[in-house]
């Protein structure tokens, strides 16, 4: 398999490691830029399954060539997981509204917001009401410009729940229903980066990943630990654009040379 590497991710420690590792197990790759027009410069065209590292946008080229497996793009929306994961999720009694339909008159002081798609297209975590206020009033303002087409619509979904306290954060990296490495990433609001997890939080990431409903046959799954040692899936994102943290590179690396497509 060919590997494509954003030169932009090179400064995550986890890429150079996995920079490193790729042609010390003599497994071919590249590195490259992403162009404003979404394309990799250098243009790249290799033969056979393409695999690639980089930036959530990297997905369009990937698409445009046909790489496979490309990103192993996850593209499921909230209720997707809840239909198929239930309690497991943290945010599972979170509700769903089109853009221009949520309540803005019965929001709480504080509360946690996404996509309900895997776009991107804002950052999920708490937010203050007057914030969210201000900014759903810009976007909104942005619908009535002619001139102006924006990313978020009346249509979009978004995802309104109660905060949940987290203690730790967890990364695991799932390759065809079976936990390859893992990181610790975060403790409280400290970032924190360690190679070990507890025993009961391995366990349950594997409850995860061997359950009949995957949402790609690859992907990176992140877990809370909350104040009582509850456990639940916080979200999951795309393997080739989420951040290594101190999993084992080299065990990725290993399980994706193995898949067959």
Request: hydrophobic share 40%; charged share 25%; aromatic share 10%.
């Amino acid at each position: 398999m060919h590997w494509i590497i954003q030169n932009a991710m090179r400064t995550e420690p986890g890429v150079r490691e996995l920079a490193e590792t790729l042609p010390r197990l003599g497994i071919p790759h590249s590195f490259h830029d992403l162009g404003d027009d979404w394309k990799l410069v250098p243009e790249a065209n290799p033969a056979g399954n393409v695999i690639v590292i980089g930036a959530y946008a990297i997905r369009h080229e990937a698409r445009r060539k046909g790489w496979v497996p490309g990103v192993l793009e996850v593209e499921h929306d909230h209720l997707a997981y809840v239909r198929n994961w239930g309690d497991a999720l943290l945010n599972a009694a979170a509700s769903v509204w089109r853009f221009a339909d949520v309540p803005l008159s019965s929001l709480p002081e504080r509360f946690f917001c996404r996509p309900a798609e895997d776009n991107k297209l804002w950052k999920a975590g708490p937010t203050r009401r007057n914030e969210f206020l201000e900014w759903h009033t810009q976007i909104r303002k942005l619908w009535d410009d002619p001139e102006v087409e924006p990313s978020i619509q009346p249509d979009t979904r978004i995802v309104i729940g109660p905060l949940r306290e987290i203690a730790e954060e967890h990364r695991f990296w799932v390759v065809d229903g079976r936990v390859v490495t893992n990181s610790l990433y975060k403790r409280g609001e400290r970032v924190t980066y360690e190679s070990h997890s507890d025993p009961e939080v391995v366990t349950f990431a594997e409850s995860i990943a061997a359950h009949r409903w995957q949402p790609q046959r690859a992907y990176a799954l992140d877990i809370s630990v909350g104040s009582t040692r509850e456990l639940h899936v916080i979200e999951v994102n795309n393997l080739g654009s989420a951040g290594l943290y101190a999993a084992n590179v080299q065990k990725i690396v290993a399980a994706i040379e193995k898949m067959e497509f």
